[in-house]
């Protein structure tokens, strides 16, 4: 099972929120063995949407900013970092999420470095994949 961090951020504001919302609703259930569950965010409506059970044997992945924390880590099997150029990141957000998100670009890179800056989620990572355009290279730690 995936969970992408996209579908739970609260809006433009809600990176920290979205990052204790992950550790406490879905990784610290299930690491003391009960189910998580976590709540999707309706961007549509900008209103909380309908809650979503992960299951204690599933195998799951949590992706997106703020997945990989000093917290989150300590309950999770592994830790992947994608490092991927700022500008190739911001050209893949506008070509999905298009004129949605091209006003809150730069809002977001500002929690997104805050976070950064803060959580260093690289530096807990087991391995790092880097982006190139010659494909990926992975790396231990």
């Given at each position: 099972?995936?969970?992408?961090?996209?579908?739970?951020?609260?809006?433009?504001?809600?990176?920290?929120?979205?990052?204790?919302?992950?550790?406490?609703?879905?990784l610290?259930?299930?690491?003391?063995?009960?189910?998580?569950?976590?709540?999707?965010?309706?961007?549509?409506?900008g209103?909380?949407?309908?809650?979503?059970?992960?299951?204690?044997?599933?195998?799951?992945?949590?992706?997106?900013?703020?997945?990989?924390?000093?917290?989150?880590?300590?309950l999770?099997?592994?830790?992947?970092?994608?490092q991927?150029?700022?500008?190739?990141?911001?050209?893949?957000?506008?070509?999905?999420?298009?004129?949605?998100?091209?006003?809150?670009?730069?809002?977001?890179?500002?929690?997104?470095?805050?976070?950064?800056?803060?959580h260093?989620?690289?530096?807990?990572?087991?391995?790092?994949?880097?982006?190139?355009?010659?494909?990926?290279?992975?790396?231990?730690?």
């Amino acid at each position: 099972m995936v969970v992408r961090l996209d579908d739970i951020y609260p809006g433009w504001d809600g990176l920290a929120w979205a990052v204790d919302h992950i550790r406490t609703a879905v990784l610290e259930p299930r690491a003391a063995g009960r189910p998580g569950r976590w709540r999707r965010w309706d961007w549509t409506t900008g209103t909380p949407g309908g809650w979503h059970d992960v299951d204690t044997d599933a195998r799951l992945i949590v992706e997106g900013v703020g997945a990989l924390t000093a917290a989150n880590r300590a309950l999770a099997d592994l830790g992947i970092w994608v490092q991927t150029a700022d500008a190739e990141r911001k050209r893949r957000a506008l070509l999905r999420d298009g004129d949605m998100y091209r006003p809150h670009w730069d809002q977001w890179a500002a929690l997104e470095d805050d976070h950064l800056a803060r959580h260093r989620p690289q530096s807990l990572a087991d391995w790092t994949m880097t982006e190139t355009p010659a494909g990926p290279i992975w790396t231990p730690g």
